[in-house]
């Protein structure tokens, strides 16, 4: 079977479009005996997803499974304790992303922390965290430094830059590809292949997932954001499957090259080094974090002030946030779902951010 559709002149808009290839994927799925299940492993594909209701209009023995795609969601609560603890302090100015306030942790989140007066302040970028630096001379302000490969170069770029004395960073950034070699591995999940997260995808490229089709015979494909983006990573997925194929295809090449941006790359080899991390609700990943190189250790937060916490890594009682991460179940599943778990009061950390599973599937559940 063939692809008609050119990919390089996608109108992501156009509802033709849409439909003609809802109709592709209903069509091969008449020739594929199994049932199927497509991971994605991003929290804006999600709502792309739950926004418009893709789901209803997939055929049954199809399924888009949700996986860890959340930033703030796979954050340890022992990071968050470590933050907890310097924002406490008379001398520091905690700063971090609107989302990360309300996450829960093994005692109050920042935005409580916030309320019983802790300097706390929400940044839109680490530069704005060192303006706020060289403006107050006479504090320490710490940068909660959480994300993916997406926004690791912005504070890779400003390290290199001599940042002020009074600056510093909680290090508890993730890296994707690590992650799809933990989720292949669960034999029960039985995922046929995954929707690459774009904006990942545009710093490291596409190269570095080539290792996993190849060793799993799964089919990966980067996709932008918008409907037909998702459509049609979705039916070049179910074709390579048709087809027995697995490789990594890139339906986002509008921003997305094979080899990544390279510049940003650089600039994250210069001030990080590849560590193994806890992700939260899943447990630890071999290379699937940064950590400061020797030459920026002095920005190091947790090494500055000598922080040491001793956390509980799980999550909140009742909570099945880890159940939801690795798409085991989806959030509705959850007993405390839209009950006493709620966007206004999260109880687990997939129910804060706007890229949390339960929470878009909070906004978007009578669609
Ligand atoms: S609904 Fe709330 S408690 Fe349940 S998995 Fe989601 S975030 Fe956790």
């Known amino acids: 079977m063939r692809m008609e559709i050119n990919w390089d002149h996608l109108s992501v808009e156009d509802l033709s479009l849409s439909k003609e290839i809802i109709a592709k994927i209903h069509k091969i799925m008449l020739k594929i005996p199994n049932p199927i299940a497509i991971m994605h492993v991003c929290g804006t594909h999600e709502y792309t997803i739950a926004k418009n209701g893709i789901r209803s209009l997939l055929?049954?023995?199809?399924?888009?499974?949700?996986?860890?795609?959340?930033?703030v969601c796979v954050c340890p609560a022992t990071d968050i304790d470590i933050a907890v603890e310097l924002a406490k302090r008379e001398d520091v100015i905690l700063t971090t992303f609107g989302d990360m306030m309300r996450v829960p942790s093994t005692t109050y989140s920042l935005l409580e922390?916030?309320?019983?007066?802790?300097?706390?302040?929400?940044?839109?970028?680490?530069?704005d965290a060192i303006e706020l630096a060289k403006n107050n001379p006479d504090k320490e302000v710490v940068f909660f430094a959480i994300g993916f490969e997406t926004t690791a170069p912005l504070i890779a770029f400003e390290l290199t830059m001599n940042p002020p004395s009074n600056f510093s960073i909680i290090c508890a950034y993730k890296l994707v590809p690590p992650a799809m070699d933990v989720l292949l591995k669960i034999p029960h999940?039985?995922?046929?292949?995954?929707?690459?997260p774009g904006h990942v995808c545009a710093i490291i490229g596409a190269k570095p997932f080539e290792e996993y089709p190849k060793r799993y015979k799964s089919p990966m494909v980067v996709s932008g954001f918008e409907v037909n983006d998702m459509l049609i990573s979705i039916y070049q997925i179910i074709l390579q499957l048709y087809n027995k194929t697995a490789t990594v295809g890139n339906s986002y090449t509008r921003v997305v090259q094979y080899e990544g941006n390279l510049q940003a790359q650089s600039y994250l080899e210069?001030?990080?080094e590849v560590t193994d991390s806890f992700w939260r609700g899943i447990g630890e990943i071999p290379n699937s974090g940064y950590q400061l190189r020797e030459k920026y250790h002095k920005y190091?937060?947790?090494?500055?002030?000598d922080v040491h916490v001793d956390s509980d890594p799980k999550m909140p009682l009742g909570c099945s946030?880890?159940?939801?991460?690795?798409?085991?179940i989806t959030p509705d599943k959850c007993a405390l779902f839209g009950k006493t778990c709620t966007p206004q009061h999260p109880i687990g950390p997939c129910m804060v951010?706007?890229?949390?599973?339960?929470?878009?599937?909070?906004?978007?559940?009578?669609?």
Do not use: T, W
């Open 59 to 71: 055929p049954k023995n199809l399924r888009v499974i949700s996986g860890p795609g959340c930033p």
């Open 113 to 127: 922390l916030k309320a019983r007066g802790a300097q706390i302040e929400v940044v839109y970028s680490p530069h």
């Open 189 to 196: 999940l039985e995922i046929n292949g995954f929707i690459l």
């Open 270 to 272: 210069k001030a990080f």
């Open 300 to 305: 190091d937060a947790v090494k500055k002030f």
């Open 321 to 328: 946030c880890s159940d939801v991460l690795i798409g085991k």
């Open 353 to 367: 951010s706007h890229e949390g599973a339960c929470k878009v599937n909070y906004m978007f559940r009578d669609i």
